[in-house]
């Protein structure tokens, strides 16, 4: 290891932006520690890069000492670490704003010379959203105690195993029509996964440490029934899409709370009472020297079969498909974005099975795999 490389900590680097994170970073010349609550179900990180330059730590996030350890000789910090709904274990204020706040002084404390936190497009002052409430609560917190942070606010962010995307396209395969809550009138600036993941890196090597917060957004703004419109065409479905005024589905939302993967709840009927879109009042992708990816072209790509290798846990084409395959047997997913059935070509299905490649189909929505 060379004297000079950087160390970064990254809490929340096994969830959906960290997983994409952590591929660009390590094609850079940094050492990584990575902040989890239990490091024997987030393996599949450590071969993402060259051998030690991955550790992982086992985290309890409101522990002191547990994230001394991992702070310990850290030059750069990223906060990845967030939820979408509340549990009985985990609430918004707790993750969003008690979290970040002792984070940030510790960093502080710690001597961390950077510290990058991922908060929420479309926060303010005034909303009734506990969600929002707490990504801004959290902001605060953070440039009270660290001076020379960085806030990154993207809107819904979209790629393989999005939580948006995947779980209206879940109910688009059993349902007859999709809500359009409030008449689907909401307008979000969805962002790539890899957008985002570059923002990130592209902060880092910032050599102007001035405290900044950018609002990320893709190239395009659309509203909530234009991404539905855009989902069902993606994955070949006619459904009806209906209006749903925002009181009827914050009466259905009570009941929809209560699934183990929430399909919607009263707080997140909130955040679609109000625009998710870049304001304007602050620096965005352009100024980071970023081109926003359009959503079309990255769900036109996705609907092509991507193979998953689980050796290195890491996806290609099917034009790359020749990088898979080795002398010994593996076990590689062929997966869909929307899950819609897949079948291999002929020819290809051969090749795989001459290399002795064990297949499984999967899709993206459920691809969690575990050592």
Do not use: W
């Not at 969805?190 to 570059?198: F, H, L, S, T, W």
């Amino acid at each position: 290891m060379q004297n000079n490389q950087k160390i970064i900590a990254i809490f929340g680097g096994g969830g959906f932006i960290g997983k994409h994170l952590m591929r660009q970073l390590t094609n850079l010349d940094y050492r990584i520690k990575v902040a989890t609550r239990n490091p024997y179900l987030k393996g599949y990180l450590k071969p993402l890069g060259s051998p030690g330059q991955i550790e992982l730590f086992r985290t309890n996030i409101f522990n002191k000492e547990d994230i001394k350890q991992v702070l310990k000789n850290c030059d750069l910090v990223i906060n990845l670490v967030g939820i979408l709904y509340e549990t009985k274990k985990q609430k918004f204020n707790q993750i969003h704003s008690q979290f970040p706040n002792l984070l940030s002084e510790l960093c502080h404390e710690t001597g961390v010379k950077n510290l990058i936190h991922i908060s929420a497009l479309g926060i303010k002052e005034q909303h009734d959203s506990k969600y929002m409430q707490s990504k801004l609560q959290g902001e605060k917190d953070i440039q009270k105690n660290f001076k020379a942070s960085v806030i990154l606010r993207p809107s819904i962010v979209f790629g393989p195993e999005d939580k948006f995307f995947n779980t209206f396209a879940s109910i688009a395969q059993f349902s007859p029509f999709l809500p359009l809550i409030g008449g689907g009138k909401t307008k979000f600036s969805p962002i790539y996964v890899g957008d985002v993941a570059k923002a990130i890196v592209k902060v880092l090597e910032l050599k102007n440490s001035e405290p900044k917060i950018y609002e990320l957004g893709g190239p395009k703004n659309y509203s909530f029934k234009e991404l539905m419109e855009i989902l069902l065409r993606e994955i070949k479905k006619k459904r009806f899409l209906i209006p749903i005024p925002f009181g009827f589905a914050k009466f259905q939302s009570y009941f929809l709370q209560m699934l183990p993967n929430p399909l919607l709840t009263p707080d997140q009927v909130e955040l679609l009472k109000h625009h998710n879109i870049v304001s304007g009042d602050h620096p965005t992708l352009k100024d980071l020297g970023i081109t926003g990816t359009p959503i079309e072209s990255i769900l036109s790509v996705t609907r092509k079969i991507l193979f998953y290798d689980i050796d290195s846990h890491l996806m290609y084409k099917q034009s790359e498909i020749s990088k898979l395959l080795t002398d010994k047997t593996k076990l590689i997913m062929f997966v869909d974005y929307f899950g819609v059935e897949t079948q291999l070509k002929k020819p290809l299905q051969e090749q795989l099975e001459n290399q002795k490649c064990c297949l499984r189909y999967q899709t993206f929505q459920n691809l969690e795999v575990r050592r």
